[in-house]
């Protein structure tokens, strides 16, 4: 079967195209499938295979995806894989290499040779694949007849091994990542946060369970209400350009308010709203926390309407500095280091009742 090359139009377009959707696989999956599906039209071999390799070189293979039967495969890794001069060859050159050029004896006498001559094929030509600086696989070609395999083919499985190799480290990042937002999303369900996690755009992505009950279920198509102005607001903040804002939603159909403390993460492609209850009877009997003096309730009882430093300094006739320390000495009492946090124990004292004592 005479090989693709590379120098004619067709074989350089379908090369750029395998090379293109290598670039754009985020899975093993997308690898595997983008590798096995193309590389035959990229260079020409009745055997085509793709091996995942593990940390040690006597253990059997993570992975091994192939267009040949079970049966030759299962033959390969008793028989032929031990005695292989070709992966022996590239795992300790770190370089592609076919059976051509390895010396005449050594690979007709192999066992690799053998289990090859069996499905009627005669050359083998291997690649390694390398991630994070260690060789993790190797891509595999096979083929019958008198020509070996050229140097533009040993080339060409040299780039497309380096490409599947980025791939893999960009889907191995990918799942990570995947990893670590799943059970990211677990924890906030878990909690009694309640938060909505947006794209840039505003647009909401993910929202928890306690959020959800506050908002409906039908947050955040829903433009009514409550649910309609916590939208907008989350709206007005991404179409800004602040990287912080408190705000108040309030609907006096449903006598309901809510205090929003909205974030732009900095280098990062999201947007974090923290939602609050905030109840007529609540605005008109903030809960006591004796710990506090009586002036430190009056700044916690800002802090939990939504007010800046600047308008609480302007209602209380103080200056901004005096605001800022009576902050710290309301956080340093009880044991919070965030306004968001006070916001939380202020109206969750008041959830538990009128009576009820900082122990924190």
């Given at each position: 079967m005479a090989s693709i090359e590379r120098s004619s139009g067709k074989g350089v377009s379908r090369y750029k195209a395998l090379l293109r959707e290598l670039n754009l696989a985020m899975t093993l999956e997308d690898v595997r499938s983008a590798y096995l599906v193309a590389v035959g039209h990229v260079i020409s071999a009745e055997g085509i295979g793709f091996y995942r390799l593990s940390d040690t070189s006597d253990a059997p293979p993570l992975e091994i995806a192939a267009n040949l039967g079970s049966d030759f495969l299962s033959r390969y890794e008793a028989f032929g894989r031990p005695d292989d001069p070709v992966l022996k060859h590239v795992l300790r050159h770190r370089l592609p290499v076919d059976s051509g050029r390895l010396p005449r004896d050594e690979w007709e006498r192999s066992g690799a040779?053998?289990?090859l001559a069996l499905a009627d094929l005669s050359h083998s030509m291997q690649?390694?694949?390398v991630k994070a600086g260690e060789i993790v696989g190797t891509i595999n070609f096979a083929r019958g007849g008198p020509r070996p395999f050229s140097e533009k083919e040993l080339s060409t499985a040299r780039t497309l091994a380096q490409h599947v190799g980025l791939a893999l480290e960009r889907a191995h990042r990918f799942e990570?990542?995947?990893t670590r937002a799943l059970v990211l999303e677990g924890a906030f369900d878990r909690s009694s946060g309640a938060v909505v996690i947006c794209r840039p755009s505003g647009e909401p992505v993910f929202v928890t369970k306690y959020a959800g009950e506050l908002l409906g279920p039908s947050f955040p198509a829903d433009e009514q209400g409550v649910a309609g102005r916590v939208r907008r607001a989350i709206q007005d903040f991404a179409d800004g350009g602040d990287f912080a804002r408190t705000t108040q939603v309030a609907d006096p159909l449903e006598d309901r308010r809510l205090i929003l403390k909205l974030h732009r993460l900095r280098r990062r492609d999201a947007l974090v709203c923290f939602l609050y209850s905030d109840s007529h009877t609540?605005?008109?009997?903030?809960?006591a926390v004796e710990v506090l003096s009586r002036r430190e309730q009056e700044i916690a009882a800002m802090v939990a309407?939504?007010?800046s430093t600047k308008d609480m300094a302007?209602?209380?006739f103080i200056s901004e500095n005096t605001i800022k320390q009576h902050l710290k000495?309301?956080?340093a009492k009880v044991s919070v280091t965030s306004r968001a946090e006070l916001v939380q124990l202020v109206w969750s004292l008041h959830e538990s009742g009128p009576n009820h004592q900082a122990d924190r």
């Open positions: 040779r053998e289990v690649a390694p694949v990570e990542m995947e609540a605005r008109t009997a903030l809960p309407r939504g007010l302007a209602e209380a000495r309301i956080f």
